[in-house]
């Protein structure tokens, strides 16, 4: 991990990082802590942002970890996001939904995120979208969205636009 972040510091890369699982946090905390530190942006749910942490809830590790990190997103499943990017800090709320299988729901997230902000879409409104397609993915059996993506992250950022608009109009 520590040379491929030297290598991507060397070729002015950004680094994004997911913690994987809170056991991961506990048991290569110190090693896992300084390559986060190196990172351009690092997402984890709330158990492992307690385990990085100490805190007990999402809520109270979140102002600790943004503080830690340049770029933060604690995923929350059904309570949505929280997001510490570009100097702003915000909550995303979830899109409601009876879940079949929440595997693959972090992995969609991060992607939809990732491939919003490099995209220059506004990072709310990428959060937003991302909550979309993670919502989309545990509706179904499986860890992928096997057809459709593009048109899920169109609707996404369209339920994005919508809300933003009805925010403006109050």
């Not at 915000?90 to 972090?106: W, Y």
Request: glycine share 8%.
């Amino acid at each position: 991990i520590f040379q491929a972040l030297k290598y991507a510091e060397k070729h002015d890369t950004k680094v994004a990082v997911t913690v994987s699982e809170d056991f991961v946090a506990t048991v290569f905390s110190e090693p896992l802590k300084r390559a986060l530190a190196q990172s351009s942006l690092v997402f984890c749910n709330e158990r492992e942002a307690c385990a990085l942490s100490g805190a007990a809830s999402a809520r109270e590790a979140f102002p600790i970890l943004a503080k830690q990190y340049s770029g933060l997103v604690i995923t929350r499943g059904p309570d949505g996001a929280l997001v510490s990017f570009d100097g702003a800090l915000f909550s995303v709320p979830a899109f409601a939904c009876e879940p079949l299988d929440l595997l693959g729901a972090g992995d969609m997230f991060a992607a939809g995120f990732l491939y919003g902000i490099t995209n220059r879409v506004p990072t709310p409104k990428a959060a937003r979208a991302a909550c979309y397609l993670a919502m989309q993915v545990v509706t179904r059996t499986g860890a992928r969205i096997q057809t459709g993506l593009k048109d899920f992250w169109t609707e996404g950022l369209n339920a994005a636009t919508m809300e933003e608009r009805l925010s403006a109009a109050s």
